[in-house]
């Protein structure tokens, strides 16, 4: 199990691995061209907290913390469906992984064709 902190309230949230690095990449690349977007999840622990707004702004604070030192292999429709739904009026949201349509990438790989 991940964990993404955000901002300078130390606020953490966490995510298994393999989604938080495809909404690593996915957050980045938005980050990357200077876009600010909402990201928006609901609470899969039963706690009965909903749902949950970031703003996300180059100038806040954000770190992504992995707890296993292997990179997953990254789904790029998974990415790209993340990136989707940044443009609408919700908000990026962690939405299902889709099925593997073509072979998987490395993070890096995926990183730079998202640049």
Known sequence: MGTLFYGSDRTAVDIDDRTLAHLQLAVVAKLRRHESFSLT???TDGSGQGRHVLWV???IPLRFVYAGSRMAAINRAW???MLATATTTTGMRVVPE???GSAAVTAGDAASALG
């Open 41 to 43: 999840w609901r609470d």
């Open 57 to 59: 702004h180059e100038s």
């Open 79 to 81: 990415v790209d469906a």
């Open 98 to 100: 889709p099925p593997l």
